[in-house]
């Protein structure tokens, strides 16, 4: 089946530690997004991506990085720069910008 | 940036009630979305309607770019209906989401 594919779904990570989650899409979409969502909020965006070797950064991009060397695979990486990293974390595609997203499952991020 | 306000906050129904959710927005936008969002957190796309109106079963959307807002209906509401309800509209390549409406649908 056509889809996004968002892995682990829950991840944890230590105080200092890079962690890395996967985003994956076999919808054949140039466009790809990650966003945050915090408790009680909607979703704010992290970073995008319009094209292969192309990203811009959203509204809180500080303490992220990202890469897009595939047009299936957007990684989302959370640095240790990001104080407050707890958060549940989606990733979107769409055929390109301005057209309608279509959403993962998401990944929970918890710091020990 | 766009903001956008989605009211109520939050809404109680009973079983086969009716309502209606609204979405204003700040600016002039390219893209409109209205997901709902399960307890597992898995966002669906409900409607995409930069304008105009769509119907999906007992679900129907109205966009008024011109005024600047968006509604939501939910008709013969079931328990299957609650979760968090989002309008994010699109500007600037960036889609902005309000805050939500959580709806609980009681038996």
């Known amino acids: 089946d056509g889809g996004i594919t968002q892995s682990p779904k829950y991840l944890f990570r230590k105080e200092g530690q890079n962690v890395t989650l996967s985003c994956e899409q076999n919808l054949n979409h140039d466009a790809m997004y990650w966003y945050r969502q915090d408790p009680g909020q909607g979703l704010r965006l992290i970073y995008y991506?319009?094209?292969?070797?192309?990203?811009q950064k959203g509204d809180i991009a500080e303490g992220y990085s990202v890469s897009r060397e595939k047009k299936e695979s957007f990684p989302l990486t959370v640095t240790s720069a990001q104080k407050n990293p707890t958060a549940f974390y989606l990733c979107?595609?769409?055929?390109?910008?301005?057209?309608?997203?279509?959403f993962g499952d998401g990944t929970r991020l918890s710091i020990l | 940036g766009i903001q956008v306000e989605q009211s109520p906050p939050d809404l109680i129904l009973q079983e086969g009630a009716n309502s209606t959710l609204r979405c204003n927005f700040s600016d002039s936008v390219n893209n409109l979305q209205w997901f709902h969002q399960n307890p597992w957190g898995q966002l669906i796309n409900l409607f995409y309607?930069?304008?105009g109106t769509k119907q999906n079963g007992r679900l129907s959307a109205t966009t008024v770019a011109t005024e600047r807002y968006s509604l939501l209906y939910i008709s013969s509401s079931q328990t299957t209906d609650s979760g968090v309800y989002f309008c994010a509209v699109e500007g600037d390549y960036k889609l902005s989401f309000g805050a939500g409406t959580t709806v609980t649908v009681r038996a």
């Open positions: 991506s319009q094209i292969v070797n192309d990203f």
């Open positions: 979107a595609s769409s055929m390109q910008l301005n057209q309608p997203q279509h």
């Open positions: 309607i930069p304008s």
